[in-house]
C-alpha cells in the first residue's frame, strides 16, 4: 500500500500545507508519494527530502517583497501595480527563481525514497504537463518546480528549452489523480480553498483524507506572522483530523470540550427550560415547534441525548465575537477565561441596528444576572430566544460558565433606553 501527500496550490496559504506535515510526523504517518501544484509543488520539492525545518526556515524568512519587488500588504494592494502588471505581461519572477533555485536539491530530491510529482500547463498549446520526479530532465527539476508555481499573468511566464509554461492550477490544483497514476492507493490531500481548476477523481476506490484550510486570507500576504499562524493551524486542523485534538475553528487538548460539557449541561439545560417553556406551555411549545433549531434541542433532551456540539458552537461562536485568536491549542479553563475577560469590556454606547451580537448577548447576560425576578426576567427573554437564537444560546453559555468563572458586566442603561423608546415609537 502506497500512501500520498497530496499539497493544493493558494500561494502564501502555502505556510498551513507545512503544518499538516508536522502533524503528520508527529503521528508517524509515513508517506511514499508527494505531488503539489503550485505552491504546493514548492513545498513538496522541500518536504520529499524530509527537510521540515529548511521548509519552514523558507517560509519564515520569504516576504512578497523578496518575491515580487512589491510588498502586497492586503487586496487593496494589488490595483496599485495592476498596471505595471499589464505592461509588463506579468510581474518579474527573477528573485523568487534565483531563491527557489538555491533551495530546491534536485540530488536529495532524487535520492529520497519519497516519489514527488508536479502539474504545469504548456502556455503555448495549453496542454497541461503532469511529471513524475523520474520524468523530469536531469537538471531540470527546480525549473520545472517553478513552472508549476508560476502564476500568469501576476508574473511572466516560465520558459524551459524554448516552450513556455504557467501555474498548473489551470489544469488540476489538487492533483490527485496524478498521485493515483504514481501508484497512490491511499491519500491525505491538502486543500487551501483557493482559486483554481479541481479535477474529477478519477478513481473512487481510492481512500482520500481532506484536510481544508478555510481561511479567507490573502494569497499574495508572504510574510512570517501569517506563516507562523498558517502553520500552526495546518498543524491543529490535522491532529484533529485524526483526532488528538477537539474543536471546530478552534483547538482543544483531547477531552476538554466534554469535559466542559459535563460541568455545565445540567444548569445550560435547566435555563433553556425555564426560558422556553417555562410558563404557558402549551402556547411557547407551540412557537417552539415553529423553529427547526430548537425542535432539535428538545427531541435531544426528551431522547436523553448530549447537547454538546450546540454548547461547543455557542463556546466557538462567542471565540469569534470576541476575537480570541483561533491558532492557539487551548485547554478549556483558559478559553473560558479569555471569554469571561472579553465579556467584562463590552461596551453598551454603541448599538448596530439588529441589535444582535456581542451587545444582545450582554445585554440578556446582565438582564439575567442583575434580577432579582428571575421568572419575570424568563418571560421578557422568550421572543429574543426565538428571534436571535444563536446570540441567546451563546449568552446562556456566559451564564452557565459564569458559576465557575464570576462575570461583572458594565450597566446596560443606555440598551434599556434604546428598547423603551422602541417600544414608545411602535405604540
Not at 519564515?60 to 502586497?72: E, I, P, Q, R, T
Not at 535520492?111 to 513524475?132: A, E, M, Q
Not at 448596530?352 to 419575570?376: Q, T, V
Request: proline residues 2%.
Amino acid at each position: 500500500m502506497k500512501r500520498a501527500l497530496v499539497l493544493s496550490g493558494g500561494g502564501a496559504k502555502g505556510s498551513y500545507e507545512l503544518g499538516v506535515y508536522k502533524a503528520l510526523r508527529r503521528l508517524n504517518i509515513k508517506i511514499d508519494i508527494i505531488t503539489g501544484t503550485s505552491i504546493g509543488a514548492l513545498n513538496g520539492a522541500l518536504l520529499v527530502t524530509g527537510d521540515y525545518l529548511k521548509a519552514k526556515k523558507f517560509w519564515l524568512k520569504m516576504s512578497a517583497k523578496d518575491v515580487f519587488d512589491y510588498d502586497f500588504k492586503s487586496k487593496k494592494e494589488y490595483p496599485k501595480v495592476a498596471k505595471d502588471i499589464i505592461k509588463n505581461k506579468g510581474l518579474k519572477f527573477d528573485k523568487a527563481e534565483e531563491f527557489l533555485t538555491g533551495i530546491i536539491n534536485e540530488e536529495k530530491i532524487r535520492k529520497s525514497k519519497i516519489d514527488y510529482g508536479l502539474v504545469t500547463v504548456n502556455l503555448k498549446n495549453r496542454v497541461p504537463k503532469t511529471l513524475s520526479k523520474n520524468q523530469i530532465p536531469k537538471g531540470k527539476l527546480a525549473a520545472y518546480t517553478i513552472a508549476s508555481a508560476t502564476c500568469f499573468p501576476l508574473v511572466e511566464v516560465k520558459e524551459i528549452d524554448g516552450e513556455y509554461y504557467v501555474d498548473g492550477g489551470y489544469y488540476d490544483n489538487l492533483p490527485i489523480n496524478l498521485a493515483i497514476d504514481m501508484g497512490a492507493d491511499e491519500i491525505i490531500a491538502v486543500d487551501l480553498s483557493a482559486i483554481g481548476i479541481k479535477q474529477k477523481v478519477k478513481d473512487n476506490e481510492v481512500k482520500i483524507d481532506y484536510i481544508k484550510h478555510s481561511s479567507k486570507d490573502f494569497i499574495l500576504d508572504f510574510n512570517p506572522d501569517t506563516a507562523r499562524r498558517n502553520i500552526r493551524l495546518g498543524y491543529n486542523d490535522t491532529m484533529k483530523h485524526y483526532g488528538k485534538l477537539d474543536g471546530e475553528n478552534y483547538t482543544f487538548k483531547k477531552g476538554n470540550l466534554k469535559k466542559n460539557y459535563n460541568n455545565l449541561s445540567d444548569y445550560y439545560i435547566q435555563l433553556l427550560k425555564k426560558v422556553l417553556i417555562s410558563d404557558d406551555k402549551k402556547v411557547k411549545i407551540t412557537e417552539i415547534l415553529k423553529n427547526k433549531r430548537y425542535q432539535n434541542i428538545f427531541l435531544n433532551i426528551k431522547q436523553g441525548k448530549s447537547l454538546e456540539k450546540e454548547v461547543n458552537s455557542s463556546l466557538e461562536y462567542l471565540g469569534k465575537l470576541f476575537d480570541i485568536q483561533d491558532d492557539y491549542i487551548y485547554n478549556i479553563e483558559s478559553f473560558n477565561r479569555k471569554l469571561i475577560k472579553e465579556a467584562k469590556s463590552l461596551n453598551y454606547l454603541t448599538i448596530d441596528k439588529n441589535l444582535k451580537g456581542k451587545m444582545l448577548i450582554g445585554y440578556i447576560y446582565n438582564k439575567f444576572m442583575n434580577s432579582d425576578n428571575k421568572e419575570e426576567v424568563y418571560k421578557k427573554l422568550f421572543n429574543i430566544a426565538l428571534i436571535f437564537q444563536k446570540d441567546f444560546l451563546a449568552a446562556l453559555y456566559l451564564i452557565a460558565i459564569s458559576k465557575r468563572y464570576p462575570i461583572t458586566l458594565k450597566s446596560d442603561k443606555f440598551f434599556e433606553e434604546i428598547l423603551n423608546s422602541l417600544k414608545s415609537s411602535v405604540k
